[in-house]
């Protein structure tokens, strides 16, 4: 088919050439995204800010210098609820220090349920839906309930992919970092 | 000890590709045909030993040997037996020794072939066919292995490996998983091997055009030599497709049969290439035209083919249909780019030997209209392609955004949803194009056609199906978009009976009855009716399509017993509902529901929801009433729990959706007609009797 | 001509039938008196919950669609229009639950690039054949309409 074509020949293989290896490309990286997985110990946590279901706002400057656990729950999410109330233990332990954050995302989930389930479990750590589901996606998390603690650098130093089996599991996490 | 040889018949077959492909390239020059005989033996051998692999995880699956990792996860103690049969398929490690099982069989049933007039192709072709298949046997042997066990650590954690580990004892649990309900239907046993065998038979006619493309050998030999495969290959990729479509309706429970998934689509696009490939094949035959574009077209396809089983299995996507994520992804990639770049190396290599031999000189000849044809296939490939790639892309431009926060308003990285209406509304007016070339085309000449002498030929089936519009016109229809579709379908199928019509006048002026000047027809001229045959199938497929695409109704409610929900001529009263637990652990929830035709009872229906305890997984089963012209489908929705006084019922009308499943019976008996190898020896048979300068000239 | 006139009346029954029941079944779908579930689904159609990747809304069956779809119904009774329901899930969960990406930013692309591939295949497709016939005009006059003909019916014949 070139044969008419030799003074254009050329530019039409350099773009065929050139679309093949670019749609390549995109698939290269996106396949990266897929492989990386959930965000593991060690990486800085992405920074983010929220608001809470009673329009309080949170922002990197109320994490600086805390221990801060950031649990991605759902209504719908019933492995969520074998967690809740150990959570709201911990918090419990914690909360006078000053020093620990708690923090619960909502993910995916309607604010009436959601209000429901924070009433049914006495929840009283800050608590707000994640809005276009952007925080869940910085954490590159792959559902519902995972937890991440996050030390006072920033760094990620824990993660918990499903719920928490024991009240321990969680204080461990954190005390690990408050006795440094 | 059974499963420890399929083990190692897995082993062998793979160090057999390795050495296989090695000696096929080695013994590519001439005077090594030792070299090459060996290859084709270590090719044939592949068969035999991937058999008895796939024969041990069978035994496996069927004894409950719950100590392998992969019999654990797909099959449980309450499945009936043909389940754990099939659950070979049903999960990522089983399915690729399928595939690659599959694969051997159809390389080797090409070694079986007369190689004589074609040596020059056998190294190349296994030299392909054994690649492939290595590729697939490494993902199998180091990454997703079948054959790996359940070991409990000292530590007392459970992992899999093929090997004991130091310390490690044999772990065997209780049950295990069991199949993904989803996967537990008649449609599914059948729908996976279909579309595998559509797969790695279009492996086949891939693996000539390379030999083709390398021995620089330019005329249409490979076509020829392939024409068959390339049916066969399009014929079970149809099926595939079709099975597919009917278990969706079946089982996932949204009343229609086809929902534009990405996955679904990653098995329609090789299929559209492939399609477009039979049809440009011939004008390559006829007319020395378009060699390029042949051999990039079945690149493509080979392509597209390991694409879509690499967008299943790799994670890039998630949908109904894929496997769990997995780290064969990188290694896909890999081998579709290097694919793929090599073989379009290869093609631009020679691409100044691969000239057209003849011109083209009508805008109506039927050579025109195939590119015309050609052009709306790919069309539609492009949508499906950047339907399903461009929401990566949005995804990864985020990165760019990143970079310069000034672009973060275009460049967000957010993530997007491509449904079923862009898919739709961009390839609409591409297949009404197809259906109005699928009317045209048969009657135009090869070479020159003019406006007068196709309007000679059109001028009959075209009044007959303008007269078809008028009746709709006057019956009351008013949708634009289900007048001209259905219109079209008229025109084809008169165009297509007329060309039956013509054929068979011809032949009866001779002094044949009609039957006979049928019967004969056809056997002459297989190619050529069983497409036919196989258009009239693509048509009644389309009636089928309209029918739902622009007359499907629904409505949902709540129901007390007794009361009823209204559709259509349909009304369908709530009987009862009662709930039970079977005794392969599914609860089931059944509802009765009876549904009357213009007051006159029907007959009951039973939709039910199905929860599987140990996948936690919940199956919506329909109720379907299905007729000739239309089908009445019924969803149980929502019940309230224990008393079940009131259940929330989803009803569909389908108006000829039923045409979809009878074209696709009609479409396959015509790609029967079509590719049965009886006209091979026909062929032969001819070649035996023509004079030596020709049979040199053939080959 | 009896054997065309035969054909005529065929195909005009034939289409009458077509249009008729498909006509009927037209009318009967479509103004039914809507129960809200009804418009719940209308709209639930064209939103995906990003738990259930790839099924629409309207039949998923997963908890967290069950209780999107009460949202919907919530903010129907709110009197939320149609759109404003669209602007409330997107500004909640992402653009991904719309099942058209909205035409704004890189967005476009997904739009304008399938006409324009095809477009710009039909120009070329346009272009080749019309060297082609140049081609063949300098190879070989132009034939007679009645040579044409002739291949034309040499052709069908041999095709028997």
Redesign the interface.
């Known amino acids: 088919m070139a044969a008419e074509k030799k003074n254009t020949g050329w530019v039409g293989r350099l773009l065929a050439w050139g679309l093949v290896i670019g749609l390549l490309a995109v698939v290269a990286v996106q396949l990266r995204a897929s492989q990386q997985g959930v965000m593991s110990r060690g990486e800085a946590a992405p920074a983010f800010s929220f608001t809470t279901f009673d329009g309080v706002e949170y922002g990197p400057a109320d994490f600086q210098g805390k221990v801060v656990l950031v649990n991605f729950w759902a209504s719908w999410c019933e492995p969520c609820e074998l967690e809740a109330a150990d959570l709201q233990t911990a918090w419990e332990l914690y909360e006078g220090r000053g020093d620990v954050l708690f923090i619960g995302l909502d993910y995916v989930d309607t604010q009436a349920e959601a209000l429901a389930y924070l009433e049914e479990w006495g929840i009283t750590y800050p608590n707000g839906p994640d809005l276009g589901t952007d925080i869940y996606r910085a954490f590159r998390a792959r559902g519902v309930p995972e937890t991440f603690v996050i030390n006072q650098m920033g760094e990620i130093t824990f993660v918990k992919i499903g719920p928490f089996i024991s009240l321990e599991e969680i204080t461990q996490a954190i005390d690990l970092l408050l006795e440094n | 000890m059974i499963v420890n040889l399929g083990f190692g018949a897995l082993l062998i077959a793979f160090i057999l590709c390795i050495y296989g492909a090695a000696a096929a390239a080695y013994g590519a020059r001439d005077g090594r045909d030792p070299w090459l005989a060996s290859a084709r033996s270590a090719m044939l051998l592949t068969f035999p030993l991937l058999t008895l692999a796939a024969l041990s995880i069978i035994y496996a699956l069927v004894t409950f040997d719950f100590q392998l990792d992969y019999v654990a996860s797909v099959t449980s103690r309450s499945m009936p037996t043909y389940l754990r049969v099939t659950a070979l398929w049903g999960g990522q490690a089983g399915s690729l020794l399928f595939w690659a099982w599959l694969m051997s069989a159809f390389a080797s049933a090409v070694m079986l072939r007369d190689w004589r007039r074609d040596r020059e192709f056998l190294p190349w072709v296994i030299l392909v066919s054994l690649v492939t298949l290595g590729f697939f046997l490494a993902l199998i042997i180091f990454f997703e292995n079948p054959f790996a066990r359940l070991w409990q650590g000292v530590t007392g954690t459970v992992f899999a490996g093929v090997w004991q580990p130091a310390g490690a004892i044999p772990y065997i649990p209780i049950d295990g998983n069991g199949l993904n309900p989803l996967l537990r239907h008649p449609g599914m046993i059948i729908h996976p091997p279909m579309l595998y065998l559509g797969f790695v038979s279009f492996v086949i006619p891939f693996a000539f055009a390379i030999a083709a493309l390398i021995t620089g050998r330019s005329d249409d030999r490979w076509i020829r030599l392939t024409r068959r495969w390339t049916l066969w290959a399009w014929l079970f990729l149809s099926l595939g497709l079709i099975l597919g479509s009917r278990w969706a309706y079946d089982v996932i429970?949204?009343?229609g049969y086809w929902?534009w998934?990405?996955v679904e689509i990653a098995a329609f696009m090789p299929w559209l290439t492939g399609t477009a490939c039979l049809h440009s094949v011939m004008i390559q035959e006829k007319r020395g035209l378009?060699k390029?574009?042949n051999m990039l077209l079945i690149i493509l396809t080979y392509d597209l083919v390991i694409f879509g089983t690499f967008l299943t299995r790799?994670?890039?996507l998630?949908?109904?249909h894929a496997f769990a994520?997995s780290?064969i992804?990188?290694l896909f990639?890999v081998f579709?780019?290097a694919t793929?770049?090599l073989s379009?190396y290869l093609l631009?290599r020679r691409?100044?030997s691969l000239?057209?031999e003849g011109?083209?000189?009508?805008?109506l000849s039927r050579e025109?209209l195939f590119?015309?044809n050609n052009?709306l296939f790919?069309?539609i490939l492009?949508?499906c392609f950047?339907?399903v790639?461009?929401p990566?892309?949005?995804?990864?431009?985020g990165?760019i955004g990143e970079w310069f926060p000034s672009l973060r308003?275009?460049?967000?990285g957010?993530?997007?949803?491509?449904?079923?209406?862009?898919y739709e509304r961009?390839t609409g007016p591409?297949w009404a194009g197809l259906l109005l070339l699928m009317g045209i085309a048969p009657l135009s000449?090869?070479?020159?056609?003019?406006a007068?002498?196709l309007g000679r030929a059109i001028w009959?089936p075209f009044?007959?199906?303008l007269?078809?519009?008028?009746?709709?016109?006057?019956?009351?229809?008013?949708?634009f978009g289900?007048l001209l579709g259905?219109w079209l379908c008229?025109f084809v199928l008169?165009v297509t009976a007329y060309e039956f019509w013509r054929?068979m006048r011809?032949?009866a002026a001779r002094g044949e009855n009609y039957f006979a000047a049928l019967a004969n027809?056809m056997a002459?001229?297989r190619r050529?009716y069983g497409g036919y045959i196989i258009h009239i199938g693509v048509i009644l497929i389309a009636i089928g399509i309209i029918?739902v695409e622009?007359?499907q109704?629904?409505?949902?409610?709540?129901l007390a017993i007794g009361e009823s929900l209204?559709?259509?001529?349909y009304r369908m009263e709530y009987e009862s509902l009662s709930e039970w637990n079977t005794n392969d652990n599914r609860l089931v929830d059944r509802a009765v529901v009876s549904v009357y035709k213009d007051g006159v009872f029907l007959r009951e229906l039973y939709p039910r929801r199905d929860y599987y305890y140990e996948s936690q997984q919940?199956m919506?089963i329909p109720g379907v009433r299905s007729t000739i012209?239309?089908d009445f489908y019924v969803?149980l929705?929502?019940w309230e729990e224990i008393s079940a006084s009131r259940a929330?019922f989803?009803i569909y009308?389908s108006?000829l959706i039923n045409w979809i499943w009878i074209g696709g019976l009609v479409f396959v008996v015509g790609n029967l007609i079509a590719a049965w190898p009886q006209a091979e020896a026909y062929d032969a048979r001819l070649r035996r009797t023509a004079p030596a300068g020709a049979r040199a000239e053939a080959g | 001509m009896r054997r065309l006139i035969l054909a005529l009346i065929l195909g005009l029954l034939l289409g009458f039938l077509f249009g008729y029941t498909a006509s009927a079944v037209l009318a009967q779908g479509e103004e039914p008196p809507a129960p809200s579930d009804n418009e719940v689904n209308a709209i639930a159609k064209n939103l995906y919950c990003p738990v259930c990747e790839n099924v629409p809304l309207d039949v998923c069956p997963t908890q967290a669609c069950i209780q999107w779809r009460a949202q919907i119904g919530d903010l129907l009774a709110q009197g939320y229009s149609e759109q404003a329901i669209y602007d409330y899930f997107v500004a909640q969960y992402g653009d991904s639950v719309l099942a058209s990406p909205p035409a704004r930013g890189l967005n476009w692309l997904i739009y304008v690039v399938p006409p324009v591939a095809v477009l710009l295949g039909a120009v070329l497709l346009y272009r080749r054949m019309t060297i082609w016939r140049q081609a063949e005009e300098l190879a070989a006059p132009q034939a007679t309409t009645s040579d044409y003909n002739q291949r034309v019916e040499d052709e069908l014949e041999a095709r028997r």
């Open positions: 429970g949204w009343g929902g998934d990405p378009f390029h574009w790799s994670g890039v998630s949908s109904v994520q780290a992804g990188p990639f579709i780019a793929l770049l379009l631009n691409w100044e000239k057209a011109e083209m000189t009508s805008w025109a590119l015309v052009l790919i069309g492009v949508v950047w339907g790639v461009f990566l892309i949005t995804e990864a431009s990165a308003g275009i460049f967000s957010q993530r997007i949803t491509v449904g079923p209406l862009f961009a591409l000449a090869w070479r020159a056609s003019t007068r002498t009959k009044a007959i199906s007269l078809v519009l008028a009746g709709m016109l006057i019956g009351g229809l008013r949708s289900a259905l008229a008169l054929g011809a032949r027809l002459r001229n050529r029918g622009f007359f109704t629904e409505t949902q409610g709540q209204e559709i259509a001529d919940a919506t012209e239309e969803l929705v929502e929330t989803k009308h108006p």
